[in-house]
């Protein structure tokens, strides 16, 4: 029934935005443009698209990622007939691009965050699944939309890297039989693994090793953290790839680790936190932040300095998670 009054509402939509989320990932990313290639295939209809960060290197190879426009080439005054955010848990992660959403006739929400209240007109929100990936290809599926190489390749890319190319816990029987129907579309599992996961510069993996090397380590090693600071970005010569991607869970694959996390420097007075772990519940962690994300993997933006942000998790984990 949602998904058919998302079709409708698609429809009779002239002007269309399909948002992201701050800082975007692969899922955020390949499902937004995933979604797009489905409704120029089978609507006749063009979106926009917009990132309010610049979209990482890693994935300049997604097809119609190059349509992505930077908030900064919007006209924030615009109304849409329909606003549609994607993989977004709460809409204060689309930053700058709210405003756009708040002034749309109608508004979508589809993500897979168990802490989304569903804060749009239409929500379609399905914790259980892996990837807002999984959620697109769903949809497809039951309005009988044509699945073409490019919108498969992007909802493969989004289902792959939000499952750790399926190593997390949050994959599923549903999720391998969602990526062999993309495979079935001409998907090459092996090109994607290259693209996403061997393609690093060397800068960058210079950069996270350093940032392991100087990790610290609390509670007889259960609780691991480093701190990204913006002189460290510079001082490796970070020219738009994300250096952080991948760096929490290396702290995690610790033995020891039970409760990883990194926190980096946005600006003098705020901080943004990816945390992750093995099986403490570390989403209640960050939504004491105003963040969110799931069990095992959720962040948040902190209003502090990096310092001050460690000591204010710190005591948030040992209260909420080994009290």
């Not at 489905?38 to 609507?43: A, E, H, R, S």
């Not at 097809?63 to 109304?79: A, W």
Request: proline share 2%.
């Amino acid at each position: 029934m949602v998904i058919e009054q998302l079709n409708s509402i698609i429809k009779n939509s002239k002007n269309i935005l399909l948002v992201s989320h701050i800082n975007p990932d692969g899922d955020t990313l390949g499902s937004m443009c995933g979604l797009y290639s489905l409704i120029k295939d089978n609507l006749k209809k063009k979106c926009d698209m917009v990132a309010v960060s610049d979209v990482p290197v890693t994935y300049n190879f997604l097809p119609y990622v190059d349509e992505v426009k930077h908030i900064s080439q919007l006209d924030l005054s615009r109304e849409y007939d329909l606003v549609v955010t994607i993989d977004v848990a709460a809409i204060d992660r689309c930053a700058d691009a709210e405003k756009l959403f708040k002034k749309a006739k109608n508004t979508i929400n589809i993500d897979h965050h168990e802490t989304n209240i569903g804060y749009a007109g239409v929500n379609i929100i399905e914790p259980q699944a892996a990837a807002t990936g999984e959620i697109i290809l769903e949809i497809a599926e039951k309005l009988e939309w044509k699945v073409s190489l490019e919108t498969a390749i992007n909802l493969y890319v989004a289902i792959v890297t939000d499952t750790g190319c399926f190593k997390f816990s949050n994959t599923t029987q549903r999720t391998m039989e969602s990526a062999g129907k993309l495979i079935s579309f001409g998907v090459n599992p092996s090109e994607i693994y290259q693209k996403c996961y061997e393609s690093s510069s060397k800068d960058m993996v210079l950069f996270q090793s350093y940032c392991v090397n100087k990790a610290e380590f609390l509670n007889d090693d259960k609780i691991a953290y480093t701190i990204v600071y913006k002189k460290d970005l510079e001082k490796f010569n970070n020219q738009g790839e994300d250096f952080t991607d991948g760096l929490t869970e290396k702290l995690r694959a610790i033995r020891t680790t039970e409760v990883a996390f990194v926190v980096k420097e946005l600006n003098s007075t705020t901080s943004k936190v990816s945390m992750r772990s093995k099986e403490k519940d570390i989403a209640q962690v960050c939504s004491a932040f105003g963040g969110g994300g799931h069990k095992l993997a959720a962040g948040a933006v902190i209003k502090a300095t990096p310092k001050k942000a460690v000591d204010m998790l710190i005591e948030e984990i040992k209260k909420k998670l080994y009290d």
